[in-house]
Structures are given as C-alpha cells and as structure tokens.
C-alpha cells in the first residue's frame, strides 16, 4: 500500500486524511482527520466507511456513504473526486468540509486502494474571526457561545436601518427544537443543554459569514441571513432544517439522540417594526408545527 514515510508524512497534514482498501476498508487516519471530526484513529481504524461514522450528507440531507460516495466511485472508476458535503463530527453536530477523493494503484496499475482529503480550513478561519468579533463585544449566550438575545436586537436594529435607508434584502428565520420538553423530561437537562449546543453548531458552522445565527431564548434560536427574494430563503431554511434532521447526539449507551425543527420566516418588512417581524417569523414556526412539526413555513 503506501510506506511508513508517506503515513508519517500524511499525519502531519492539518487537513483531515485518510486511506481505505478496495473494499472500503480504513486503514490509515490522520491527525488532521481527528481533529475535524473528533473522532480518534482508535475509533476508526480497522472499520469500513460504509459503516456511517462520519455519515456524509449534502445540503438536501441526503445520505452519501451508501448512495453518492466519492470513495466508492474513486475506486470503481479511477476517478478523482471533488465535492463539498457535510459529516458527522462525534460531538453531533454538522461540518462543512471540501473532499478530494484519489485512487492509489499497484505496479500493475490496478487500484488497490483509495486516499481521501478533506478540509475545513476556510469555515474555521471565517468562524474564529466572527467569534473574536463577538467575544469582544461581550454579547455570547454564555452556553452555546453565539449571540444572545441583547446582541440578536441590536444586530436586527442595524439590519432594519439597511432595509429602510438602502432597501437592503434580509431573510428572518425563527427556529424551535420541537419536542424539545420530552428531550429533558427523558434524558435530563445536561443532555438537553448538550443538544442546544449541538443545533447551535450545526447553524452556525453551516451558514455564511456574512449570515447571523443567535440563541433568542430557550429552544429559540434567530437567524438574519442575507437573501434576493423569499424563495432563497426557503432554499436556504431547507437546508439548516435537513442537516439539524440528520444531526444525532451520542448517548452514553451507544444510541443516538436526533431533533428536529421548526422554522418559521420572513423577509424583514420596513413596514413593519422589528417586534412585528420577529412576531411574523415566530406565528409561522408555530404554523409549520401545527403542520407537522420538522417543517419550515416562510
């Protein structure tokens, strides 16, 4: 396969690194692989990809590992592949990562195994820079670290100010964990606090910089994202509400805990105040759960 030299080499890449057999076998797992996902070589050597550790999904919550792998078709075609996708880090929540899937081939030049690189270099600077923006301001929900309620109303009265004075186009999405009094009624409030973590990390690391995301209170959270027209923004409360879906907390019994949302939004009306806009957004989450619950109604 590859020599020691290359594995000690390829441990020390910051980005994530990994090498499966034909049979989709991992047999290497770098540093850079532990460090994005938080999974441990320990965890992950020895087992196939197919097995869903890191559980690739595309922006439609769509499932890849058994359905769309990159590595499956490396493999199967010679083929090197590039894709952004999103996986399944270990404390739950979803990262955004590009991957680059390569064949290794033996001197015969059959392909005998596969090499996969994956990054989040980019979302990571974008998120660090944000956080020392708002860390500064002293404005973070202290548990989830995103903005809080008082910083949520400041941010919205510069945003209503654009809408007003430059005709600027934002979207209002108000999200609710649904179910979420059953989730500490069953599992406790630590739980119940490690899965508002978890939602706050899938919003946050899975919208643009540009884009705002705050805890509003509670199960609440607000995002202000910056859009054309109402149809963007469904697009775009579509893709938050299936990753949030395919997003699963491990318990300590091996099980697997998911949530879902409900969204509900709006685009900011200068004709209405900022309370009257939160007050739209919030009836329709109320409206997509009257509907069903894991819905988004805009």
Known sequence: MLDDNYYKMLNEFYEGVYVVDNKRKILFWNKGSERITGYTKEEV??????????????QNGKHLCHDGCPLQETIMTGK????????????????????????????????????????????????FDESQRLKKLVLLDELTNLPNRRYIEQYLKSKYNEVISFKSQYGLLFFDIDHFKHVNDNYGHQIGDEILKMLGNTLRKNTRSSDFVGRYGG????????????????????????????????????????????????????????????????????????????????
Do not use: W
Not at 45 to 58: E, G, K
């Open 45 to 58: 050597t020895n087992s196939f990809c197919f097995n869903n550790i890191l559980n690739h999904v595309d």
């Open 80 to 127: 090197v592949i590039e894709n952004r996708v999103f996986l399944h880090h270990k404390n739950g929540h979803r990262v955004p990562v590009m991957v680059k899937s390569m064949p290794i081939y033996d001197e015969s030049k059959n392909i005998i195994a596969a090499i996969e690189i994956f990054s989040d270099t980019d979302f990571q600077k974008d998120a």
């Open 219 to 298: 199960e609440e959270f607000i995002a202000v994202l910056g859009v054309t027209d109402e149809s963007e923004l469904v697009y775009l409360a579509e893709k938050l509400r299936n990753l949030v879906r395919t997003s699963a907390y491990s318990l300590d019994n091996n099980k697997a805990l998911k949530v879902t949302v409900s969204i509900g939004g709006t685009m900011i009306d200068d004709k209405l105040t900022i309370s009257e806009n939160i007050e739209k957004a919030d009836k329709n989450m109320y409206i997509a759960k009257e509907n069903g619950r894991d819905r988004v109604k805009i």
